[in-house]
C-alpha cells in the first residue's frame, strides 16, 4: 500500500528564475556550522592585535595567517564597532526593506549607478533569492551626492526618504567599517610578514562600498540560494550578520561548512585581490547563502577594496629568491567592471583570477 503523504509535506512550488541547478542545490541546512571534520571557522580576538605584550600579538597574528590560508574566513571579536551602532543598521535595514516594492524602487539601482535598491540579483546567471541596497563612499560631504566630486565609476549614492535617519546611521556606519577594515588589513599583512601599513597607500581613494542583504523566509529552500557560490572580487570583506539566523556557507575540503551568527562578531573573507597580492598564499574562498523558511534573514558586508587605479600584482617581498610571480597585474577598477556585468546578465563565462595566472 502506498503512503499518502499529507498535502503540506508537498515541496512548494517557487518560480523558476530562482532554481538552481540540481548539483548546485544546498544540501548543508543553514543553522548548521560545524564540518564532518568537526572544524569550525576560526575566531580571533582582535584586541589581541592591539595588545603591548608582544607574545600575545604574534599569536594573534599567526591565528589570522592560518585562517587565511587554510579558510579564507575568520570572525573578529572585539572590533571596536559599538553594539549601538550594530543594531540600528539593522533596524533600519529592516525599516527600509519592509517598505512597499514601489517605495524601495524609487531608489532603484541602473546600469550607470549601481548604488542603491536591487531586488534580483544574478549570481551565476540565476537570481538571488535575496533583495540588496548598496551604497559607497562620499569623497565631499559637503556637497550633494550627485555632485560630480561624489560621482565615482560605480556612481552616486540614492538615499530613501523613509525610514528616517536611515542615511545618518548608514553613513556612521560606512565610517566604523573603514576604520575596522583598517585594523584587519594591517592583521593581514602584518601575518604575510610585510609592514602592517604594506597596503595602505592603496586605500587613499578606495572603492569600497556597504551592501544590505535582505533575504526572506523561502518556501522552499532546497531549490535555491540567497547569494549562489561566488568568490568576492576585492580584496577584504567584512560582514555584519544576522545574530540569530545563519545562512553563509563556505566551501572547504569539498564540503560546505556554515558560519555560526554571533552577535558579537564580525564575520572576515579575504577576496581575490589578496589572493593575488600574496601570491597564492591565501586563497579567495568559494562561500555562498542558503536560506531557510521560517526567518529572515540580514547581512551587511563592507567590500574594503583598494582604488580602482591599482594594479594589483604579487607583492614581490612574497617571493622566494627565483620565485615566479603566479599572476600577472591585475588593473583592479577593470577587473571590478568585468565582474560586476554578470551581475545584471547572462554574459557568458564571468572573469575569474585564474584568467590571470602565469
Ligand atoms: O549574506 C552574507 O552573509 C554574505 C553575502 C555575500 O557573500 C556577498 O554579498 O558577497
Ligand atoms: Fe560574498
Known amino acids: 500500500m502506498g503512503v499518502q503523504l499529507p498535502p503540506s509535506a508537498e515541496p512548494a512550488a517557487i518560480d523558476s528564475c530562482f532554481i538552481i541547478p540540481e548539483e548546485h542545490r544546498p544540501k548543508t541546512a543553514h543553522n548548521e556550522y560545524i564540518s564532518s571534520r568537526g572544524e569550525e571557522v576560526p575566531v580571533i580576538d582582535l584586541e589581541h592585535l592591539r595588545s603591548e605584550d608582544d607574545g600575545r600579538r604574534r599569536r594573534a597574528i599567526a591565528a589570522i595567517g592560518d585562517a587565511c590560508e587554510h579558510w579564507g574566513f575568520f570572525q573578529v571579536t572585539n572590533h571596536g564597532v559599538p553594539p549601538a551602532l550594530i543594531d540600528e543598521v539593522k533596524a533600519q535595514a529592516r525599516r527600509f526593506f519592509e517598505l512597499p516594492l514601489e517605495e ?46 561624489n560621482v565615482t565609476l560605480d556612481g552616486h549614492n540614492q ?8 542615511r545618518a546611521t548608514m553613513e556612521n556606519w560606512f565610517s566604523a567599517m573603514e576604520r575596522l577594515g583598517r585594523d584587519v ?30 533575504y526572506r523566509p523561502c518556501p522552499n529552500p532546497a531549490l535555491t540560494l540567497g547569494v549562489n557560490r561566488h568568490y568576492d572580487a576585492g580584496a577584504l570583506t567584512i560582514v555584519g550578520q544576522d545574530g540569530e539566523v545563519g ?42 547563502v542558503v536560506v531557510n523558511e521560517s526567518r529572515a534573514r540580514f547581512s551587511v558586508p563592507f567590500f574594503y577594496n583598494p582604488a580602482y587605479s591599482t594594479d594589483v600584482a604579487p607583492v614581490p617581498q612574497l617571493l622566494s629568491a627565483g620565485q615566479q610571480p603566479a599572476y600577472r597585474p591585475i588593473n583592479w577598477g577593470d577587473f571590478r567592471s568585468k565582474r560586476a556585468k554578470g551581475d545584471y546578465a547572462d554574459f557568458g563565462e564571468e572573469v575569474q583570477i585564474a584568467h590571470y595566472a602565469l
Open 185 to 214: 588589513l594591517h592583521g593581514i599583512s602584518a601575518s604575510l610578514g610585510l609592514p602592517p601599513t604594506e597596503f595602505d597607500p592603496h586605500y587613499a581613494n578606495h572603492s569600497s562600498f556597504v551592501r544590505l542583504n535582505y
Open 104 to 149: 524601495k524602487r524609487r531608489v532603484r539601482r541602473t546600469f550607470e549607478n549601481v548604488y542603491g535598491y536591487y531586488e534580483s540579483e544574478l549570481t551565476k546567471n540565476v537570481r538571488d533569492w535575496k533583495e540588496l541596497f548598496d551604497y559607497g563612499p562620499k569623497p565631499r560631504p559637503d556637497l550633494r551626492d550627485d555632485a560630480p566630486e
Open 247 to 288: 545562512g553563509l556557507q563556505v566551501q572547504k575540503g569539498g564540503e560546505w561548512v556554515g558560519i555560526e551568527p554571533r552577535r558579537d562578531a564580525f564575520v572576515i573573507n579575504i577576496g581575490d585581490m589578496m589572493q593575488v597580492w600574496s601570491n597564492g598564499k591565501y586563497k579567495s574562498p568559494l562561500h555562498r
Open 159 to 166: 538615499w530613501p526618504e523613509a525610514p528616517p535617519g536611515f
